[in-house]
């Protein structure tokens, strides 16, 4: 009994101590990354390139990964802002369609066809005036932007034509040509300012305010001043190179009302 007791006693006191000096294995930290799978082989095709592969080998290209939508609206060029050049004659002036002109100025038209530029351009000069005349007139004008803008519209023809004949090689209608230019510009000008309504009420606030309209008219059409100025003056340099122009009665009278116009711009600036 005694060595029972003895043997009850040892495993009391030691057992313990043993299982309190036996090595604790040591804990996995919390934020242990998962291990990584292994690298496939580099030469290994990707899944996305085999698709594009096989699409390409099906002979169809793989959409781009940024590619619009099929309905997304495509922009396009407006036809008026395209300009396709002009048709022009064997003797190199532009074209003309005389159905097109209006019916007062088709005889002038069919003058402007003559295939002889000494006969064809004095007819062009006056087809111009005559076309810008004739639009201007079948417009409701009013002191505003749109009047402005459908001025513009309806003298672009002219100025081509008279831009063409200034082009050509012939002193005296290079002179004429851009002596009616810059008188087509004045015109327009007169044009607008008559639109703008007259007062009947001699009140001081009627007429600040028709002078307030006319003010802004004048800024408005300043681009076309500028235009018929520069026409002038490009006359002005025509006749300096061709002196002998001042034995042409018609291109000498253009070319005085040219400098007159070009010296009253000069001292008006120097106000």
Request: proline share 9%; glycine share 2%.
């Amino acid at each position: 009994m005694l060595r029972t007791l003895a043997t009850f006693i040892s495993l009391t006191l030691f057992a313990p101590m043993a299982l309190a000096d036996a090595p604790t294995p040591p804990a996995e930290p919390a934020d242990a990354a998962p291990a990584k799978p292994a690298d496939a082989p580099a030469d290994a095709p990707k899944p996305d390139a085999q698709k594009t592969d096989a699409a390409k080998s099906d002979g169809a290209e793989a959409p781009a990964a940024n590619a619009p939508a099929a309905d997304a609206p495509v922009r396009s060029v407006s036809a008026a802002s395209v300009t396709s050049p002009r048709p022009r004659l064997p003797n190199g002036l532009i074209a003309i369609t005389v159905a097109e002109l209006p019916e007062l100025c088709r005889d002038s038209g069919k003058r402007a066809l003559n295939p002889n530029l000494v006969q064809a351009l004095p007819a062009r000069i006056s087809l111009a005036n005559c076309v810008s005349d004739a639009k201007i007139n079948a417009l409701q004008l009013i002191d505003g932007n749109e009047s402005i803008v459908a001025i513009e519209e309806a003298i672009a023809p002219s100025i081509e034509l008279l831009d063409d004949v200034a082009a050509q090689s012939d002193a005296a209608s290079k002179v004429m040509a851009l002596h009616a230019k810059a008188q087509l510009y004045s015109n327009a000008t007169s044009r607008m300012l008559k639109t703008v309504p007259a007062t009947n009420q001699s009140t001081q606030e009627s007429q600040a305010l028709r002078d307030a309209r006319r003010a802004i008219l004048e800024a408005m059409m300043a681009p076309w001043r500028e235009k018929q100025l520069e026409a002038h003056q490009a006359v002005v340099d025509v006749a300096k190179l061709n002196p002998q122009l001042a034995k042409n009665p018609v291109a000498q009278a253009a070319i005085a009302d040219s400098r007159q116009r070009v010296a009253q711009a000069g001292s008006v600036a120097t106000r």
